[in-house]
């Protein structure tokens, strides 16, 4: 639909720059903007490297208006099946792609924001920074020390 493609480009269109000012302001302690590996990709290496793994809320995620829809008919981009090979980072991977949420965590972006670890302290002023910025920012998760580091568990 025009208004769900006029969204995504009004969202592309938003610059990162600020955001990392703020996160950066807030001893975010890792940061990657979202694309091609879409967030599991960025956020299972972002565990790798930092020996963690993760409770990630579905519910939580700022999904674009259309997303889940286009989803459950199955429009795809052509990256993402070569995206699926993160799902064996996700306790019981099996059904990652049953629900329009778990596959929208394969789906490549294109200026998709940032995904960053915030110190729990700092974690509500964080948020509320970023959003009076203009920026739809939510916590998705946690992370905790776990085996093998770069494990995620879908809540």
């Not at 990652?96 to 596959?103: F, H, I, N």
């Not at 920074?129 to 494990?151: D, E, K, N």
Request: hydrophobic letters at 40%; charged letters at 15%.
């Amino acid at each position: 639909r025009g208004r769900w493609i006029d969204a995504a480009l009004d969202s592309m269109v938003l610059s990162n720059r600020l955001g990392a000012v703020c996160l950066q302001k807030h001893g975010a302690t890792a940061c990657t903007d979202l694309t091609g590996f879409g967030l599991l990709g960025h956020l299972v290496e972002m565990l790798q490297a930092s020996g963690l793994a993760a409770d990630l809320e579905l519910a939580a995620l700022p999904l674009l208006d259309g997303t889940e829809d286009c989803l459950s008919r199955g429009i795809l981009s052509t990256l993402h099946p070569s995206n699926l090979a993160y799902a064996q980072a996700l306790a019981g991977h099996c059904s990652t792609l049953e629900r329009p949420r778990e596959r929208a965590l394969f789906d490549p972006q294109t200026a998709g924001g940032l995904l960053a670890g915030i110190p729990p302290r700092h974690l509500d002023a964080c948020l509320r920074s970023l959003q009076q910025a203009g920026y739809p920012a939510v916590c998705i998760g946690r992370t905790h020390t776990g085996h093998p580091a770069g494990r995620v568990q879908l809540r």
